[in-house]
Each structure stands twice: as structure tokens, then as C-alpha cells.
């Protein structure tokens, strides 16, 4: 249909029929010339989608002589031409595949908007833009579906060519682009794809688009086939099938085309009827098998622990704090101090007890005549946890589980000092020492308790008397670990059988 014919029919009043891209081209470029609304034309369309948008030589301008009646161009000598950006005939060219009833009224519409200045028609925020778009994402999502479902079945040689056949029912007009991937990907081999209302056929060196040649997949047979679905039965699971997640990956109008499709629906019934549950029993009954003694200390072997302090990982409290602050003390000293964690000074010195509680131990040590050196001082936990407050670092009570992943290393100071009197530093500590949480502060405070071969004697810790306000409290808390200290010092000398006085 030629330009002048598009803007006489308009003039008419009658309808654009349209059989394919290039004819709406050209009729929507002349329209555009001659500024026709697009409320003022009415498209019929008739035949399937050719060629591209805008493309090829331009077709000659209507004169201002020779325009219709009822048009008026813009120009009475030189109507202006329509300018549209490359990226929007991109999209027209892609959205003109949709099949929609409407789909050159449509197009039209957009490129009428476009030319009087409204652009947001592009954007996916307008509603024609959104619709624009959603036709362009659905004839991909068609090519990209057409070229992961389509089957090509080989033919008989006596059939001479082509040499592969296949069958597909595209919701849109994708073939011809379909058509030049195949082409590209199966080289000189000859092929014919056949669809309800085209078909393509290559020869191994021109493309030839034709009208319908087949009728359905019925239409091919291949030789081969029966070969293909042997495997697919062998490969199939029916104790891991899953019928939904199979529609999910491939829906479900593609089945009915591919040549697994008519073998899927029997072999997930059966899954459902108890083959799932018996899918490998006979196979696996066969099998004689073998007994393989294991001893129970084997089965699950004891991991690896670490051999130095630094590189322990046992908990989460190495992550915040600056280094693992070790015991340190004589090697073979009779009493083991054990508090509870190190604090914000030891953390960064990496020293035992320097900090202000450690100063007040000091005292308590120089009350009980004790001399800080003979006495082995650590702590049931080795890494500072801490919270923030500000710029300052606070003590926080470390939680169960990181005071028995830490017990590993207070048993092997145990192992190596031997000592003969453990004095316990607060709750914590004493948790730690006996192992158990039924262990009460206020209950054991200054008493000795039998532990294997050792006495264990139980003491405020220092940050205690440094937290409490009232005076007299301090006073009475300083004296329980003087008390509690000398007890120890009374105890080196007596068995472990013998209670103390």
C-alpha cells in the first residue's frame, strides 16, 4: 500500500488494512506527515508480520498537490518527516511481534505522541510506555521460550531434505528472528521449522519463509526417537520426582510438543501410586553389600584442638577482643587464683589482674600475708567481653557456653600447676572450677570444698567490693576473701580427707 493510498483511505473513512510491518511503515509515516490523529484511523490487519521499522529507502513524499482531501500537511511544499530515536524503533520493532488486536493502532498512537513532544511515551512509568514495554518483554520471553523447547527430529535420507524438521506453536510472531539464531547455530544442515501460520525453511545457505506446511508434531517422525525416550525413562527418579517444580521449569503447553511430554504424565503417576517409595528397592536388594567394623572411639573422631592460647576459636569472644590473656604465676605454685575474665587493662596488656581489681587483690594479699608471686592467677574465661558505653569498654558477664568452651584451657593450667588449693573468685569461677551449676556463692563463701585430690575455697571477686557503695559492705566483703585466702594458706598442709576445722 503505498503512502498516497493510506492517507486516501483515511480521508474516506475507511479502514488501513495492513499485511505486514512495511506496509504499516509507510502508512504511519505518511500520516504522520500530514498530522492524521489517531483517533481518526482504524487498522485492520491482515497476514503476519515482515521486515523492519523504518527501514529500506524512503517512500517518496506526498507533494502538497497530490495530498488527499481533507489532509493538510504541515508544509504545503514539503510535509515534515517523522523523526524517531533509534532505541523507541528498537522497541517498536520488537512490540509490533505482539500479537494484539490493536497492536498498529497502538504503535501509531506511540509514535504520534512521540512526534508532538510527549517522550515519557517511552517510559515504563506512563501507561502506554508500561504497555510498550510489557509487549516487548513478552515476544523475548517467546524467542528465548521458542529457542530453549523447540525439537528438531531428524528425517528419513529417502525424504531427502531437509535433513531436521520441527514443530512449535509460538504465541507470538517470532520466527523469522528465531529463525536467523537457528541459522546461525546449526550451520550448513538442512532444517524446516513449521508453525500454525508460517514455516521457514533452511537450505544451508538462503532462509525461505513460506505459509503453514504442516499441521502439528504429529506431521514428523523420527527413527530415533524411541531411542531418546528409552534413556529418559532410564534417567528418571520417581522417588525425587516433583511434578510442580517440573511445570515451574517447563510450563506445561510446551509438553504436549515435546516427545518426553507423552511419557512425563504416566511415569508421575506411578511415582504417586508407590513407585516413589519402591523406585530402587529390587537394585538395592541385589546388592550383597559389606560389613565395615568401626570402632565406637573411631566414628567420630575427636577434632583437632588448638595447641597455643592465640589461635583458639573454641567461642565468639576472641572476634572483639585485642588478644587472649593467659594464667601466669610459678609452674608448680601450691593455690590457683581463678576469676572470673580478664578486663579492659588486661585485654590490652595481655597481663593477669593489673587493673584496678587486681590492685585490690593485691591488698587482700598483703592482709593475708601473701605474697602476690607464689600465687598462680588466671582466669576461668581468656578473652575480655565487653559492651560499649560511650567511648568506654564495660565488663560483661560472659554467658554459659563460652565459660565451658573455655574450661579446655583452665584444665590443662589444672594439669600442668597441680595445685593443691583453688580459690574461686566470684560465681563464675566457681561454676568453672566445679563444673556444675548447682553451686551456690552466698552457700560455699569461705568454706572449703573437697575436689578430687585439691580443696577449693570460694571468695568475693575483687570487682565486687569495687561495685558496692555502702562502706560497710566493703569491709565485710574485703574481709570474707582475707578469711577465705588464709584458709587456703591452712589448707596446703592438710589431706583432702581430713575436713577442715
Known sequence: MSAAAASAKVAAGRPLVVSSFQEWRSAARDLLMHEVAPERVTWNEVGTHAADLFSGAPDPAPSADNAPAGLTPLQPALPKRPSIPRALMDMLQSAACCRMPDRWAFLYRVIWRWQHGEHDVQSPADADGARLHAMVKAVRREEHDMHAYIRFRERPLEAGPPQFAAWFEPRHDVLPQVAEHFKDRMGNVTWMIGTPDASVMWDGATLHHTGPLMKS???????????????????????????????????????????????VPQMVSNAELGARSTGQAQAVGRKSGATIPIAPADAQPERQQPSKLDECRRCELWQFATQAVGGEGPKKAQIMLVGEQPGDQEDLAGKAFIGPAGQLLDRVFNAAGLERREIYLTNAVKHFKWEPRGKRRLHKTPAQREVEACHYWLDKELAAVKPKVIVALGATALKSVLGSGSAKLGESLGKAIRLGDRWVVTVYHPSYILRVPDEATKQAAFKVMVDGLKLAQSLLNRPPEEPPA
Not at 226 to 251: C, D, E, G, K
Open 217 to 263: 508434531a504429529a506431521d514428523l517422525d523420527d527413527a530415533g526417537e524411541a531411542l531418546w525416550l528409552t534413556y529418559y525413562r532410564s534417567i528418571f527418579n520417581p522417588a525425587r520426582v516433583n511434578a510442580q517444580l517440573m511445570q515451574s521449569h517447563i510450563p506445561s503447553r510446551f509438553w504436549k510438543n515435546l516427545p518426553e511430554g507423552a511419557i
